[in-house]
Each structure stands twice: as structure tokens, then as C-alpha cells.
């Protein structure tokens, strides 16, 4: 039986955005929350990640790697950097459709922001849920936040208790792990006792599930 283990997760610092279109404040079919909070437009940030690098899984001992995968995302991240969606995305896309954690996460936001192709909620919350399930940490808070608001999936205070409790436990004591437990916190509001503690025992046994890279013989764009 196949136990992938990501053993290198891309790492994403995603700065909050100073004004304007750097986020998106997304407010239709909140839950009793009256408070709302920004997904940070990555293509804006100030602290924007790097492109995708050093993916590896581990399959049955043996180091399988998305590097041989990734050709062409330094070029792509920079058109997407600088707003030239038409010839990025398409690149990221293909990625996400293999499993790629890091693509799926940026193909959320892609659908999330309509960058270069339509805004799609529905789209974006698949993406962004389908990183989570890898581990993917920068996936977990837009993931909830959708749940939050009922944004492409219908509101759900548990499943996004879930994720931020999930996300909550895997930071160190600082003003991050502190935000993230309050946005918890806030959804705890919406929560029977009951719902709380089921939505706790979940995400205490929690695992990432990666993907396992395909053979990059196996990959027909690869082959182009």
C-alpha cells in the first residue's frame, strides 16, 4: 500500500496586501459571523512566494520528485507576477490537473481573483480544498474562509472550524497563530458544543494526503 509523505512543502509568505485589488473580501451567504476576512491576492502581495520548487514524496521509501514537472513555472511566474495571466495560467493549470499542491493552490486564487480567465467560486474552492488535503498550509485558511461565507460550496461553520484548526496547530506561538485562532474562534460562535468537539477530534487526526508525481514519461505535455 502507497504511504506518500511530502517531505518538502514549497514555503508561501504571503504578505497582506496594502489597499486596492491585492484582496478580495468576499461577502455573499456569511454565516452569523459578522466578521469577514481578506484572501491576500498573491499576484499583488508585497510578500509574494517564489516559484514552484523541490516538491518530493516519498513512496515506499523511495524520493519521488514534481521538479522534472515544474519546467517552465520560473518563466510563467514571472508573467504571472507581472499580470500577463493569458500566458501563465495555462502553465499552472496543467499542474494542478496532476495533483501539484503548490499549482492547485495558486490555480484557487487564479479562479478566486477571475485572473485571466472567469472568476469561477465553485472552481476555487475545489482547488484550494484539494491543496489542504495535500498539507498544503497556505491553502488552509482560504479553504475555511470559503466555508465561511459559503463562496463555490455551501456554508459549512464545521468544515471551517476544521481547516482552521488545522491550520492553527501547525504554527509556532506568534501573531499569526494567534489571528488564526481567533478566525476559529469566531466560527466557534456558529457551533453547537457537540460540533465543536467533532470538528476538533477531526482535525486532530488529520494527514496530508499527497499527490504522487506522475512519470514525466507519462505526462503528454511533457512530451511536446
Same mark, same amino acid.
Request: glycine share 6%.
Given at each position: 500500500?502507497?504511504?506518500?509523505?511530502?517531505?518538502?512543502?514549497?514555503?508561501?509568505?504571503?504578505?497582506?496586501?496594502?489597499?486596492?485589488?491585492?484582496?478580495?473580501?468576499?461577502?455573499?451567504?456569511?454565516?452569523?459571523?459578522?466578521?469577514?476576512?481578506?484572501?491576500?491576492?498573491?499576484?499583488?502581495?508585497?510578500?509574494?512566494?517564489?516559484?514552484?520548487?523541490?516538491?518530493?514524496?516519498?513512496?515506499?521509501?523511495?524520493?519521488?520528485?514534481?521538479?522534472?514537472?515544474?519546467?517552465?513555472?520560473?518563466?510563467?511566474?514571472?508573467?504571472?507576477?507581472?499580470?500577463?495571466?493569458?500566458?501563465?495560467?495555462?502553465?499552472?493549470?496543467?499542474?494542478?490537473?496532476?495533483?501539484?499542491?503548490?499549482?492547485?493552490?495558486?490555480?484557487?486564487?487564479?479562479?478566486?481573483?477571475?485572473?485571466?480567465?472567469?472568476?469561477?467560486?465553485?472552481?476555487?474552492?475545489?482547488?484550494?480544498?484539494?491543496?489542504?488535503?495535500?498539507?498544503?498550509?497556505?491553502?488552509?485558511?482560504?479553504?475555511?474562509?470559503?466555508? #465561511?461565507?459559503?463562496?463555490?460550496? &455551501? *456554508?459549512?461553520?464545521?468544515? +471551517?472550524?476544521?481547516?482552521? /484548526? @488545522?491550520?492553527?496547530?501547525?504554527?509556532?506561538?506568534?501573531?499569526?497563530?494567534?489571528?488564526?485562532?481567533?478566525?476559529?474562534?469566531? #466560527?466557534?460562535?456558529?457551533?453547537? &458544543? *457537540?460540533?465543536?468537539?467533532? +470538528?476538533?477530534?477531526?482535525? /486532530? @487526526?488529520?494527514?496530508?494526503?499527497?499527490?504522487?508525481?506522475?512519470?514525466?514519461?507519462?505526462?503528454?505535455?511533457?512530451?511536446?
Amino acid at each position: 500500500m502507497l504511504r506518500p509523505l511530502l517531505l518538502a512543502v514549497f514555503c508561501c509568505a504571503i504578505g497582506m496586501p496594502a489597499a486596492g485589488q491585492d484582496s478580495v473580501a468576499a461577502t455573499a451567504s456569511p454565516t452569523s459571523s459578522d466578521t469577514t476576512f481578506e484572501i491576500p491576492n498573491p499576484a499583488m502581495a508585497s510578500e509574494a512566494p517564489q516559484p514552484l520548487q523541490s516538491l518530493v514524496v516519498i513512496v515506499d521509501g523511495e524520493a519521488r520528485s514534481w521538479a522534472p514537472l515544474e519546467k517552465g513555472t520560473d518563466v510563467a511566474w514571472e508573467a504571472y507576477r507581472d499580470g500577463r495571466f493569458p500566458q501563465a495560467v495555462p502553465v499552472f493549470a496543467r499542474l494542478a490537473e496532476i495533483g501539484h499542491p503548490v499549482a492547485e493552490w495558486l490555480m484557487g486564487n487564479i479562479y478566486f481573483f477571475g485572473q485571466g480567465i472567469p472568476k469561477d467560486y465553485a472552481k476555487a474552492h475545489a482547488m484550494f480544498e484539494a491543496s489542504a488535503q495535500q498539507g498544503y498550509f497556505a491553502a488552509f485558511a482560504p479553504t475555511a474562509q470559503m466555508y #465561511v461565507q459559503g463562496l463555490g460550496v &455551501p *456554508a459549512d461553520p464545521s468544515k +471551517a472550524y476544521y481547516w482552521y /484548526n @488545522i491550520a492553527a496547530a501547525q504554527l509556532p506561538d506568534s501573531a499569526e497563530r494567534t489571528d488564526m485562532m481567533d478566525r476559529r474562534e469566531g #466560527v466557534a460562535a456558529s457551533l453547537t &458544543p *457537540a460540533q465543536i468537539e467533532a +470538528a476538533q477530534k477531526r482535525a /486532530n @487526526i488529520f494527514e496530508p494526503k499527497p499527490v504522487v508525481p506522475p512519470d514525466p514519461e507519462d505526462v503528454d505535455w511533457l512530451q511536446e
